[in-house]
């Protein structure tokens, strides 16, 4: 009996795992790509230098826009030079999207990481395209370089969740969150930095119109024990 109980509880398990990924397929779909790519290019195994011209090609960036390559913004998203990025990434993408795809819904989420990884890169690159070239030598560095991944997309969905919850950690987060990536930025002056708080920045923005119908339909609107809010 026990063993029988067993191999129920197993097979139960094995089907949950598929069960759960047709619920969020903007997150499988996504970490798939991740994974895809990485198995295409090998450097889901092997790491390779980030001026390595295969993988150059596909980086985004204020260089890549300006000589036209515009498709960089969807290459570059899935692409590094690090293994360890792949499963970072991987994983970040895995739980922090396909939490806010359970709650949200598959459109709201596909919504919230295209818009917010977009504009987390263009923001920055429309920002620095004007100091190309001048003597301002930390702007100027910064326009030159390329950069991957979807980091200001997760940073960018993790804004946009916020609105699912309710005061007063709703505020609490969403200063703690801008608080510390300003500081990054302002420390350490990275381009992935300026990109991360553009993402962020922009999933405040757009968060409470995606999180409303599921605020409004849970009474509370929220994750978290609270009054109602915007």
Avoid: N
Wanted: glycine fraction near 14%; hydrophobic fraction near 50%.
């Amino acid at each position: 009996m026990a063993r029988t109980a067993r191999r129920r509880s197993g097979g139960r398990w094995v089907w949950a795992v598929p069960r759960l990924l047709l619920t969020i397929p903007v997150t499988t779909l996504t970490v798939a790509l991740l994974l895809l790519t990485g198995v295409l290019t090998g450097t889901l195994f092997t790491a390779v230098e980030p001026d390595d011209p295969a993988i150059s090609e596909l980086q985004f960036g204020l260089p890549a826009f300006r000589e036209g390559r515009i498709w960089t913004l969807f290459t570059g998203a899935v692409t590094f030079s690090q293994p360890v990025f792949y499963l970072f990434v991987g994983a970040l993408l895995a739980v922090g999207l396909g939490v806010y795809e359970r709650r949200v819904g598959s459109l709201r989420a596909a919504v919230a990481l295209v818009v917010t990884h977009t504009l987390g890169i263009v923001i920055p690159a429309l920002l620095l395209w004007p100091f190309v070239g001048s003597d301002w030598s930390w702007a100027a560095q910064l326009g030159g370089e390329l950069d991957a991944g979807l980091s200001a997309g997760g940073f960018g969905v993790a804004a946009a969740a916020t609105a699912l919850v309710a005061p007063p950690w709703r505020g609490w987060l969403r200063v703690l969150g801008s608080a510390v990536l300003v500081v990054l930025v302002i420390r350490s002056g990275l381009l992935w930095d300026l990109e991360h708080l553009a993402g962020w920045a922009t999933g405040l923005a757009i968060g409470p119109r995606l999180g409303r119908q599921v605020r409004l339909e849970g009474g509370h609107g929220s994750c978290c024990p609270g009054s109602p809010g915007r």
